[in-house]
C-alpha cells in the first residue's frame, strides 16, 4: 500500500560553507580595530618608557656636569682670592720698598743741598711733607738751601721758608735760626696728562 505524506514539511537549508554572517563579520572587525588599538598604544607607553630612560640619563649627565663645574668653578673662584691677596701683598712691598728708599733719597738730596754757613738741627716728616728747622750764618745761605732744594726735583715747587728770625748765640754770635717746609715728589713716576677741554662749538 502506497502512504502519500501531503503536509509540507520545512526543510533545513543546508549552509554554504565558507561563507559568514554579517555579526561575525561585525565581531572579527571589532576583534581587529581593538588588537591594532592594545598594540598601538602599547608602543606609545613603550616609546614613552625609552624616552623617559633617555631623560633620566640626560639628567644624570647633566647633574654630574653641573657638579663638576661646580667644583672648577670654586677652584677658580678660590684661585682669584688667593690671586688678589698676593696682588695686595705685592703692591704692599712695593709701597713699602718706595717708603724705604724715599727718606734716603731725601736725605742724600738734602745733605747735598746744604751750604756752607748752614747747618740742620731737627728734620720732621709727615707723609710727603718735610719740615726742615736749623741755622744759618746769612740770609744768602739760606735761600741758597731753598734754591738748592728745589734744583733736586725731588721736592714740589716752591720750597717754603716758614719762619726765619735772628739770633744771637754766644759762640756763633748772629744766626738766622730757619723752619723751611718741602714737600717730596718722586720724579720717576709718571705725571698724570692734563684733562682735555672740550671745544667750545661755533
Known amino acids: ?20 554572517t554579517e555579526a561575525r563579520r561585525v565581531t572579527l572587525g571589532a576583534s581587529a580595530v581593538l588588537l591594532v588599538t592594545v598594540l ?5 607607553f613603550w616609546s614613552l618608557h625609552q624616552q ?22 670654586s677652584k677658580v673662584q678660590k684661585f682669584e682670592a688667593r690671586k688678589a691677596q698676593l696682588q695686595q701683598r705685592v703692591t704692599l712691598i712695593e709701597q713699602l720698598r718706595k717708603g724705604q728708599t724715599a727718606p734716603v733719597r731725601v736725605l ?7 751750604p756752607d754757613r748752614l747747618w740742620l738741627a731737627n728734620m ?8 726742615l728747622d736749623g741755622y744759618a750764618t746769612t740770609m744768602t745761605a739760606l735761600s741758597d ?3 738748592s ?11 717754603e721758608i716758614i719762619d726765619s728770625q735772628l739770633t744771637t748765640d754766644a759762640k756763633t754770635g748772629d744766626v738766622v735760626k730757619f723752619v723751611v717746609k ?21
Not at 742724600?108 to 746744604?114: A, G, K, L, M
Not at 732744594?149 to 720750597?159: G, L, N, Q, Y
Not at 713716576?189 to 672740550?198: D, F, G, S, T
Open 1 to 20: 500500500m502506497i502512504r502519500i505524506n501531503l503536509l509540507t514539511t520545512e526543510r533545513k537549508v543546508a549552509k554554504a560553507p565558507g561563507l559568514m
Open 40 to 44: 598601538g598604544l602599547g608602543w606609545w
Open 52 to 73: 623617559s630612560q633617555l631623560l633620566d640619563i640626560d639628567i644624570a649627565s647633566a647633574e654630574l656636569d653641573t657638579r663638576q663645574l661646580r667644583a672648577v668653578l
Open 108 to 114: 742724600d738730596q738734602i745733605s747735598r743741598s746744604v
Open 124 to 131: 720732621k716728616q709727615a707723609d710727603t711733607e718735610f719740615t
Open 145 to 147: 738751601f731753598v734754591a
Open 149 to 159: 732744594i728745589e734744583d733736586t726735583k725731588w721736592f714740589r715747587k716752591p720750597v
Open 182 to 202: 718741602a714737600n717730596y715728589v718722586d720724579p720717576d713716576m709718571p705725571v698724570p696728562a692734563a684733562p682735555v677741554k672740550p671745544r667750545a662749538a661755533k
